[in-house]
């Protein structure tokens, strides 16, 4: 299509693990390997190998913390999204951000950065929520990359096509890079895509 301007503008990856360490160096080594942007379109606390050795809540709790605090500090990290922003979802249960009734779980609640009372109330405030296990390492950065703004307004969690969840709206607590061209563009419309599908999921 492109012929010979093609161009890679970022390189995208998921993970899988139990281990935030080792999940931390195997995306540091891609981005070292390739010298691009990471975005790590699915990440969760799950054992896929024959162990099956699941984490339990408080350790999904840690892990998240670990690495999102990670990913949240690295300039060449451009997006990442946790795997289990959806109803039903498919790998171990602690992973959930949201129940089964589309509700938002207390996992959820650390991942945006909210607590259930703000959710409820709107707020649209940032907040810093620490797991338990991890008192001192917080999940967002007070302090953003100076290639990225955290300005983006956050008007849902996800939409899978399957529940209808409460409307609520966030600032400050997810960062965007400030792309241009193709990727930029297809970046901005995904909110309003995600509504489109909604409605016409409602609409059916």
Avoid at 6 to 15: E, G, M, R, T
Avoid at 118 to 138: M, Y
Wanted: aromatic fraction near 12%; hydrophobic fraction near 35%; proline fraction near 5%.
């Amino acid at each position: 299509v492109c012929g010979t301007d093609c161009s890679v503008d970022f390189i995208a990856l998921h993970y899988y693990g139990t281990n935030a360490t080792a999940m931390i160096e195997y995306i540091t080594d891609f981005h070292n390997t390739f010298q691009m942007p990471i975005w790590v379109t699915e990440w969760a606390c799950q054992d896929f190998t024959p162990t099956n050795k699941q984490c339990t809540q408080e350790e999904t709790s840690e892990y998240m913390n670990i690495t999102k605090t990670f990913m949240e500090s690295a300039p060449w990290l451009e997006r990442y999204a946790w795997f289990g922003a959806l109803t039903d979802n498919p790998i171990h249960s602690t992973n959930d951000l949201l129940t089964d009734s589309g509700h938002i779980t207390s996992l959820g609640q650390q991942y945006i950065g909210m607590t259930q009372e703000q959710i409820d109330q709107g707020n649209a405030s940032s907040t810093t929520v620490s797991a338990s296990s991890s008192p001192t390492s917080p999940i967002t950065s007070s302090t953003p990359a100076s290639t990225f703004t955290r300005t983006r307004t956050l008007d849902y969690l996800a939409t899978d096509g399957g529940d209808s969840y409460p409307p609520f709206s966030i600032s400050g607590s997810s960062r965007s890079a400030d792309n241009s061209g193709f990727v930029g563009l297809l970046m901005k419309s995904l909110p309003a895509l995600f509504a489109l599908i909604y409605l016409l999921e409602v609409a059916v």
